[in-house]
């Protein structure tokens, strides 16, 4: 049986009465503190304050839409009802949002942390992450992190002069760390910020170590797990990967979905209301890491899925990885590369008063591909695979709606 629990009711009147009162967290990130790369230009108006200006950056970022043709966790069924990455930053942003609205935070930049967090992601989640870093690391020593890639994406590609603080939050999300306490260190300007995204490229513990500067950038942080913990376990038994979510147990925060969600939220309001840090009591803690540990074992492990990103997706990085890098050095007119990279940054950046095409064009070849081959969804790459080597050995089949 399902159980929901709640906050307690000194809790509950004690927001209530703060309400009531008109009182303002203090450790609230404020709108007139945001900072900009360039601090000349967008100005916040009344019906598009900071970080809303943000939230419309990011959504009207080109690549915003292709979330919806990334893969999530499950690459390999054609199933309208299972989580792509599109609907799974609306989720963060939404739990994210509600636990922030109670503390009193500021939703706005709340909302574009999550909503930004996995823009730089690639196409076959986590697996693609993998096949992508690796190759870019033995090409170039270099470390390839979907985080840290997100924040190139709305800060050098499609560069709309996002805000550190929307910038921070995306890089610090993380959703492989989770931890009992997560409390903001403050930063106060791009140069630090700039020297801690380039650290992330060469030290493989950097990106362990990013810790968000505002509470806002915690509350994505911490939300970006709670999102897909049970919504994970949905998606694993709607494909038939898993019979049913009886693998699981927590008499804690339950192992539903629905339940998950709810009980972790309401223990962290419960623990950090009027802090200036997020809590979670240690019983929910070493719940919440148990049952991210059930995941990997039940469903981001599961043999019969690595067997076919390692035997098929695999090949298909190398070789397609291999052939963009050839054009991205000679940089031929005519080239897929070119035409559908290049120029498409061009195109996107037509209005953009940061963006210097010829620049990037000189970026070094392999940084090249990997914005290219980030910035793909699942079927474009496929697709891609197939104009490249008609006659390629490799196919990726998909459990169809039918079968």
């Known amino acids: 049986m399902a159980n929901y629990h709640k906050l307690t009711k000194e809790l509950q009147e004690r927001i209530e009465e703060d309400r009531r009162n008109h009182m303002i967290n203090p450790y609230a990130f404020r709108n007139e503190d945001v900072i900009r790369r360039h601090s000349g230009h967008d100005a916040p108006i009344l019906w598009r304050p900071a970080f809303v200006s943000d939230v419309e950056k990011i959504i009207h970022n080109p690549y915003y839409n292709r979330y919806c043709d990334k893969t999530q966790v499950l690459s390999f069924f054609k199933n309208d009802d299972i989580s792509r990455r599109a609907l799974h930053v609306q989720l963060v942003s939404r739990v994210a949002r509600n636990i922030g609205s109670v503390l009193g935070l500021n939703t706005d930049l709340i909302e574009a942390a999550a ?39 709305l800060d050098k590609l499609v ?14 999300h993380n959703g492989e760390m989770e931890q009992q306490e997560y409390r903001p260190v403050k930063l106060n300007d791009f140069e630090t910020f700039d020297k801690r995204v380039e650290t992330c490229y060469t030290d493989k513990e950097a990106n362990k170590r990013q810790i968000p500067c505002t509470l806002e950038g915690c509350v994505v942080r911490v939300s970006d797990i709670i999102a897909y913990l049970g919504k994970d376990r949905q998606d ?28 972790m939220v309401v223990n962290i309001i419960e623990n950090s209301y009027g802090k200036p ?20 074992q039940l469903i981001y492990r599961k043999p019969e899925l690595d067997a076919i990103y390692h035997q098929n997706v695999k090949p298909m990085f190398e070789a397609v990885y291999e052939e963009l890098l050839k054009q991205a050095k000679e940089q031929n007119t005519d080239s897929i590369f070119v035409r559908h990279h290049l120029n498409y940054l061009a195109e996107q950046n037509q209005y953009s008063q940061y963006f210097n095409m010829e620049e990037y064009r000189a970026t070094e070849a392999n940084q090249l591909v990997v914005d290219y081959m980030a910035s793909m969804t699942d ?25």
Do not use: W
Request: proline share 2%; glycine share 10%.
């Open 115 to 153: 909503l930004g967090h996995d823009i730089g992601h690639t196409p076959f989640g986590h697996a693609g992450e993998r096949l992508l870093g690796a190759l870019y690391e033995e090409h170039t020593g270099r470390l390839f992190n979907h985080n840290v890639h997100s924040v190139r994406v």
């Open 159 to 172: 560069t709309r002069n996002v805000s550190l603080q929307a910038l921070d939050g995306i890089l610090c």
């Open 236 to 263: 694993a038994v709607r494909v038939g990967l898993l019979a049913d979510d009886s693998g699981f147990d927590s008499e804690i925060i339950g192992t539903s979905n629905a339940e998950i969600i709810n009980n």
């Open 277 to 296: 840090y997020l809590f979670m009591e240690p019983e929910y803690y070493e719940a919440f890491c148990k049952a991210k540990q059930q995941n990997y």
């Open 379 to 403: 079927d474009y790459f496929i697709d891609l695979y197939e104009n490249l080597f008609p006659h390629g050995e490799y196919k990726i089949s998909y459990k169809g709606y039918f079968d």
